[in-house]
């Protein structure tokens, strides 16, 4: 495959970037997207142009570092992937691929496409924890917990951080993170005591770090190359407000 | 520790990545380290310090590990007089998406539990090029079950791989390559039908379907080995402190649990044994003696080391080599898959040390690193820890060499019984092989005994 790149470069924090065009050839369709920039930066430092910097590590989808808009859409068009997941074989030959960083007020450019997310592990600090103590290993019988409960856990787990629906919201909203992280924790009896805290203190430091409210706009949902469920906002904004209340008459 | 973060009790360095362990007066004193945005060279003093860097399965370059895990850490702290045990310890794991392009940077496990349920087979004949679908039952070799009647699919890791490469080398292996056996699953879909076995491994489908662009559900998967995990790792005590004192080294760093082949499951319930359990009681009694240590070597041991870090990477920059650390890292896993791999032998451990020995300086002389040292700097980075794995290799090969038995994931074809099982020789090997680094000749070899009271190892047979 012959392709057009259009990606975005930029230097530092500091300076202004700029979308830059290259032609790669020799792309296969089983490649993914990551192979395809490995081999345009082995074109570019051939050259002794700089290579893009660009952010991944696991490459199959479950550490969430792996984070480029691809033409417009964080994690490209092709649903429940990550982009590191993302194979040429979704692109044609000739193509001209536009890609650029995560953008969010709260996730500032480091480099070309590389983004600061360190805002979202604030926000974990600020409550996305279990503070049961390990011990003694408990019976393996002594708490119960039905499998309903569990695959919702599970299935909010599934949530590897990549910030693509923050990305994806017109507000930068943090919510179908947050309400992923405390679904997780908080439907499970260890994680239930917390939960009203748990629940605002995430938001409130989400608030405090710049990221925007939720109007409701879904497409977080639709972007999440792990299908986290906007359910999970509405199960977290009842916690929200009953915390709130009790913590305003306390 | 994201709670004692919140807290104030701890400080994550984000980006930013140890480049050395600084020794004083034989004791661990504080580490080097690189901001992986600014480059800048920072040095860290500490009582003790607590190495979980992870394992060096990409010494193979293709692997499941993650792009940038690595083995530098423990390769420095090796070279500051730490102790490397069982570095040839390497396992390979046999049910991995197979590698498809050359483009391919690196290899997707599929879960061990799906040998629960799929059955591993190739054609009968060699060279078979026809669809599976193609191939009448009759002209299948579902191989695990016939050479393993007892076991059959479920044979333990290094077993299973060794036989799907010994398939392929016989020229039966499948896909565009000849590197694979399938593993399928049309017994299990008619047993127990399409919504159990979705259910019990759905999303694993999913992500094969997603890398490969074919439905298990409808044709066999492909599989093949892949390096996966790496048993050996820093000598540590029950403590988990390494020889050096105040050096402790959690997890898959280091060479504790895991013998010469790691059982499913247990490096995540290693991690949390050494996290929760055994660290938090150990570390405490060391401090208890030594938070008062003064080390009267200690602040030249960071000034030469923070300057002998800056030079090694401004040396980097500065090398007019031709061949990106990309290059030699291709090398380096060809030679490692190849002798170091899941078969090993004595003519090719020879020639993999010799080979690593000339990749080592070629490395030296010709490798090229664009960009800046005070820069965000992914190829800089990368040179670092290639030189480190090469050096690594080498003795990964050395201490295979030095082991003349075949055990557990350490395969030599000269030391097999008649059913191509490994023999062990356990007068002369039952003993963890330690390596000590010497500057200007060959490492030291020490060997600790394994002394067994309760039971006696026994030579293994799935036959
Ligand atoms: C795909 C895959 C699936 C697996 N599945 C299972 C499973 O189902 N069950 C099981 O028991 N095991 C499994 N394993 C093995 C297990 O996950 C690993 O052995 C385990 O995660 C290792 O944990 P660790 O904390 O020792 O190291 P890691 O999790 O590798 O962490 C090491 C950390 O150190 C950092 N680091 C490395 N070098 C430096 C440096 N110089 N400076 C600063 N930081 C550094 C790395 O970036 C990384 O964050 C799997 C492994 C893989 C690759
Ligand atoms: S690189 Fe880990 S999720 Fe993409």
Not at chain 1, 55 to 77: A, K
Not at chain 1, 161 to 181: D, T
């Amino acid at each position: 495959m012959k392709l057009k790149l259009k990606i975005w470069r930029q230097a530092s924090k500091e300076t202004q970037g700029a979308l830059r065009t290259y032609e790669l050839d020799g792309v296969e369709p089983d490649d993914s997207f990551l192979e395809m920039l490995d081999q345009l930066n082995q074109q570019l430092a051939a050259t002794g142009e700089e290579p893009v910097a660009f952010d991944h590590d696991c490459r199959e989808g479950i550490c969430g570092m792996c984070s480029l808009v691809i033409n417009g859409t964080p994690h490209s068009r092709v649903s429940g992937v990550t982009t590191c997941q993302t194979y040429m074989r979704h692109f044609r030959d000739g193509d001209t691929i536009v890609v650029e960083p995560f953008r969010a007020a709260a996730f500032p450019v480091i480099k070309d496409l590389v983004v600061d997310r360190s805002a979202l592990d604030e926000i974990i600090a600020a409550g996305g924890y279990i503070s049961v103590k390990t011990g003694h290993a408990q019976d393996a019988n002594d708490l119960l917990i039905s499998k309903e409960v569990v695959d919702l856990s599970m299935d909010a787990a599934s949530c590897i951080g990549c910030g693509a629906c923050i990305a994806a919201c017109r507000n930068a909203s943090a919510m179908l993170f947050i309400a992923a992280k405390t679904t997780h924790l908080g439907v499970l009896p260890q994680g239930d005591i917390e939960q009203p805290t748990r629940v605002l203190n995430m938001i409130r430091k989400a608030d405090e770090l710049g990221f925007g409210s939720c109007s409701n706009e879904l497409v977080c949902e639709a972007v999440c190359p792990k299908g986290i469920s906007v359910s999970n906002i509405a199960r977290m904004n009842r916690t929200y407000l009953a915390a709130a209340l009790a913590s305003r008459k306390a | 520790m994201m709670k004692q973060y919140g807290k104030g009790a701890l400080h994550i360095h984000t980006r930013k990545e140890m480049v050395d362990l600084v020794v004083a007066d034989g004791h661990a004193r504080g580490i080097v380290a690189r901001d992986l945005i600014s480059g800048e060279i920072t040095s860290h003093e500490a009582d003790v310090v607590v190495l979980a860097t992870g394992g060096y399965s990409n010494v193979y370059y293709l692997s499941t590990n993650a792009m940038t895990s690595n083995c530098s850490a423990i390769w420095r702290a090796y070279r500051k007089g730490a102790w490397l045990a069982n570095p040839s310890f390497a396992q390979i794991h046999p049910t991995c998406v197979p590698r498809t392009g050359r483009h391919q940077s690196k290899l997707t496990l599929m879960s061990e539990s799906l040998r629960n349920d799929g059955r591993v087979w190739v054609p009968d004949q060699a060279g078979d090029k026809r669809p599976p679908e193609q191939i009448p039952e009759a002209e299948r070799d579902y191989y695990l079950e016939r050479i393993y009647p007892s076991f059959g699919n479920l044979v333990p890791r290094d077993v299973a791989s060794r036989n799907a490469k010994a398939q392929c080398d016989a020229g039966k292996g499948v896909g565009g390559n000849g590197q694979a056996v399938y593993l399928d699953f049309r017994e299990a879909l008619e047993r127990l039908g399409h919504q159990v076995v979705e259910e019990k491994y759905g999303n694993i489908f999913d992500m094969y379907r997603q890398i490969t662009d074919e439905n298990p559900y409808e044709t066999p998967m492909k599989i093949y080995p892949a390096a996966h995990y790496t048993m050996g790792g820093l000598w540590v005590d029950y403590d988990l402190m390494s020889n050096i004192p105040g050096l402790f080294v959690l997890g898959e760093a280091n060479f504790s649990d895991h013998g010469a082949n790691r059982l499913g499951a247990s490096a995540l319930m290693q991690g949390l044994a050494d996290g929760y359990f055994i660290a938090p009681y150990t570390i405490q009694n060391y401090l208890v003696e030594h938070h008062h240590d003064q080390f009267s070597s200690a602040q030249t041991s960071f000034r030469d080391d923070t300057q002998a870090a800056e030079h090694r990477y401004q040396s980097f920059i500065s090398n007019r080599g031709e061949n990106l650390s990309e290059q030699f890292h291709h090398q380096l896993g060809s030679v490692m898959w190849n002798h170091v791999g899941m078969e090993r032998s004595a003519p090719g451990l020879r020639q993999a040390i010799a080979d690593l020995q000339q990749l080592a300086t070629d490395f030296q002389g010709q490798v090229r690193v664009p960009g800046r040292t005070n820069d965000l700097n992914e190829q800089l980075e990368k040179a670092a820890r290639i030189e480190d794995f090469i050096a690594l290799g080498e003795l990964m090969a050395r201490d295979a060499l030095n082991r003349e038995e075949s055990c557990g994931a350490h395969f030599r074809v000269e030391y097999q019984t008649e059913e191509h099982e490994a023999r062990r020789n356990d007068e002369q090997f039952a003993c963890v092989s330690v390596w000590q680094n010497q500057e200007a000749t060959v490492p030291l070899n020490l060997q600790e005994p394994l002394v067994f009271r309760a039971v006696t190892p026994q030579t293994r047979s799935y036959t």
